[in-house]
């Protein structure tokens, strides 16, 4: 069981409600983690396995299997054919990775699949792509459409964006970069980088592999090879993977962290890719929770608490920035002490943060006609935005009462009409109905204190612009403003085709931090 503050008492929720408060950001950085494994999501049409029957269109293929410790939770699958596209020889790659986890005792599922289209110099050229967590399903296209425009459009939530990317010359196809490991293999000291594209967040990266030194390496099945490893590092995600390479360039092994894990993947055939899979025995949940030196006792009343967050590393450290709600108070290396406070806008009139804080995108849409009803019919007879916000998110609190943690990522389109869903869910609704007021907002995401655990879980939560800055509301809480039990990491609009690269800083956070409570008043 768990307890989550609503309206000055405590309600008590199944084990299941810690998803509203975890999945948010930890589902999108699972999803984000197997998009740097350079598996982006793909189209559902035409997935066939090219099976056993020999297909000369075949030019590469491979079968990986993927462990969290000794938990089997998934696999990986890579198939490249060469085919005729408008009279030319172009390389077609499909990527198909399925991983299977558990959080908080819940088998949770995720699919990816994608599609890349390069021609023979390597130069990508078109994409499409599908990603699935539970029923929700996202899908996107990209294709160039003239000299350095890239057009991606996608459809998720029964929303449809479509925006044109500066696309730099030589971005590099999946196919073309294995082939440059085959034909060109690194050597110890080498680096090599690639301009590369992410289909799930929908940016072109720099990609760059650091060969360091030759070594025996352990395999899947407990043998030992000599192999190269290669540090791995792309510009669009603070995260670091390793690659294990043989005498031929071929990757027999790669890890990855993984929601405080490390995820491996082996080189391995169909049949054992295939079997079933044993996640058991890791928790993504709980090993995500960070429990602080001491209990923090009505945490979400306080009117202020400093803790000293304690992080592994200087770039995780560089994650926490101000706000009205937090002031970091000291900044040594890794070490942050940081207060948490109650913080109200002042009544003064207050110049807008932008369009895209105020227009509709593929999970915020103000413009739908029933969230306008109720944002006019909730805040009718009033004026000052703040007043606005926080009768919003008293709505939001006591009409969001269907909690369903099945949800991927719902857009205000359909928890308008469905009420259901965890802290995403009210974040977004939130947002939406204070943009229909006319209220810039955006959604944030950071750290919430869970009173029965004694924990903090992954969160998010709103954000409006009012009397010159923002000040965050929760839909999950309902008490006008946040106390002391927050700790923000990032925040976004949501708008674009590369939304989900707002989840991003929780990677430089997560599984790196210790926090220890100060004092509170």
């Known amino acids: 069981m768990i307890l989550v503050l609503r309206k000055g008492t405590y309600r008590v929720f199944s084990l299941d409600h810690r998803r509203s408060i975890e999945s948010t950001t930890v589902r999108q950085v699972l999803f984000a983690s197997l998009a740097l494994f350079a598996l ?15 297909d000369p269109t075949i030019v590469d293929q ?11 939770i998934g696999f990986f699958h890579v198939v490249t054919r060469k085919v005729a596209a408008q009279g030319k020889g172009v390389f077609h790659t499909r990527q198909h990775g399925r991983l299977t986890v558990q959080r908080f005792g819940q088998k949770m599922s995720m699919e990816t699949l994608a599609d890349y289209w390069e021609l023979e110099d390597g130069r990508l050229y078109a994409t499409a792509a599908q990603s699935q967590i539970a029923q929700e399903v996202s899908r996107s296209r990209g294709t160039l459409v003239g000299p350095g425009k890239f057009q991606v459009t996608i459809e998720s939530k029964g929303t449809k964006v479509s925006e044109t990317l500066d696309w730099p010359a030589m971005v590099l196809g999946p196919y073309a970069q294995d082939e440059s490991l085959r034909k060109d293999r690194l050597t110890p000291g080498q ?19 650091r060969a360091k030194e030759l070594g025996d390496t352990t395999l899947a099945d407990g043998t030992k090879a000599n192999l190269l490893q290669v540090i791995e590092t792309s510009d669009a995600a603070p995260i670091e993977s390793t690659l294990w390479l043989d005498e031929e360039g071929q990757t027999r092994r790669m890890s990855l962290p993984l929601a405080g894990f490390q995820m491996t993947t082996y080189r391995s055939t169909k049949e054992d890719a295939l079997q079933a899979t044993v996640a058991g025995n890791t928790d993504l949940g709980y090993q995500t929770l960070v429990k602080p030196d001491k209990p923090v006792p009505h945490a979400h009343s306080l009117a202020s608490a400093t803790y000293r967050l304690r992080f592994s590393d200087d770039q995780a450290a560089s994650a926490i920035t101000e706000s009205p709600h937090q002031k970091i108070l000291s900044r040594q290396g890794s070490t942050l002490d940081v207060r948490i406070q109650r913080a109200r806008p002042e009544n003064k009139p207050s110049p807008s943060p932008g369009d895209e804080f105020l227009g509709s995108n593929t999970y915020i849409q103000p413009d739908n006609p029933k ?10 007879g009033f004026e000052d935005p703040w007043e606005k916000a926080t009768l919003l998110e008293a709505w939001v609190d006591q009409n969001m009462s269907n909690q369903d943690f099945s949800i991927g990522f719902a857009s205000s389109n359909e928890i308008i009409d469905t009420r259901r869903g965890d802290c995403t869910e009210h974040a977004v ?23 029965q655990s004694e924990s903090f879980g992954y969160h ?9 800055d923002w000040y965050s509301i929760d839909g999950t809480i309902g008490h006008g403003s946040i106390g002391a039990g927050h700790i923000k990491i990032a925040d976004g609009s ?9 989840f991003l800083p929780i990677f430089k956070v997560i599984g790196k931090l210790q926090i220890d409570l100060l004092n509170t008043q």
């Open 40 to 54: 982006g999501p793909l189209r559902a049409a035409d997935n066939a396995d090219p099976g056993d029957t020999p």
């Open 62 to 72: 491979r079968w990986e299997s993927a462990y969290i410790g000794s938990d089997r």
């Open 191 to 209: 680096t090599r980088s690639f301009r590369t594209f992410l289909p799930e967040l929908n940016v072109v990266s720099n990609r760059t592999l």
């Open 371 to 380: 969230i306008q009803a109720v944002a006019k019919e909730v805040t009718k």
């Open 429 to 451: 609704l939130l947002a939406a109905l204070c943009r229909a007021e006319g209220i810039p907002a955006r959604v944030a995401m950071g750290l919430v204190y869970l009173e």
């Open 460 to 468: 998010m939560w709103t954000e409006v612009f009012v009397g010159g």
């Open 494 to 502: 949501l708008k674009g085709v590369d939304a989900n690269s707002t």
